[in-house]
């Protein structure tokens, strides 16, 4: 065989290889989620709101639904523009329509943001955002049970130390807690306007 033809199996094979490696690596991870969305239960999710009362999220007794939006009250931009977004969408939908909604802004810090402080950041962009708070496990179950990715960044010489690094989504859930759809991060009502029309 000439030098070249070795060459071009060596690289065949460790193509082959890496690509096999990364199927794998892939496949374990989805069955780690898979495993980690099985032991969720909605009708467990309990969380804090106005005057640090308990709020049940998901029950069957509540038929909206529910426009999640997960963040932190810190956040410099991303949270301020998403919740503006949401609060104009619902400023142009019909009376009859918000009934069916819920709208939620959840506190991914709540290290920093008590459940009072959640829900008076939410009320500041629209009357009917509730926001919530809850210990950190439970927010987290409830963040990766919707594939929201979230991370903790030190911040040097800044009086805040921290911020959180977190993927922008509005989910679309039902009662019993199953995700309809999620709307990527906007800068203009429409296309949650069209979600909820859609709805």
Not at 53 to 64: A, E, G, I, W, Y
Not at 135 to 144: F, K
Not at 178 to 186: G, N, R
């Amino acid at each position: 065989m000439t030098r070249q033809l070795w060459l071009t199996l060596f690289i065949i094979f460790v193509l082959g290889f890496t690509l096999k490696s990364y199927l794998n690596s892939t496949s374990l991870t989805t069955s780690e989620t898979t495993s980690a969305v099985s032991r969720f239960n909605s009708r467990d999710t309990t969380l804090f709101g106005e005057n640090n009362q308990p709020v049940t999220l998901f029950t069957s007794q509540d038929t909206r639904v529910r426009i999640l939006y997960f963040g932190f009250t810190r956040c410099p931009d991303v949270c301020p523009t998403s919740l503006a977004m949401l609060a104009a969408a619902l400023n142009n939908i019909s009376a009859e329509k918000l009934q069916q909604l819920r709208p939620t802004f959840i506190s991914l810090d709540p290290e920093r943001d008590a459940a009072d402080a959640s829900y008076q950041y939410a009320q500041y962009f629209h009357p009917m955002i509730e926001g919530l708070s809850a210990p950190l496990p439970v927010v987290t179950e409830l963040a990766n049970h919707y594939g929201v990715i979230f991370k903790k960044t030190a911040l040097a010489d800044s009086t805040l130390t921290y911020t959180l690094d977190h993927n922008s989504y509005f989910y679309f859930v039902n009662a019993d807690g199953t995700l309809i759809k999620k709307v990527p991060h906007t800068f203009s009502p429409e296309p949650l306007v069209q979600a909820i029309n859609d709805l």
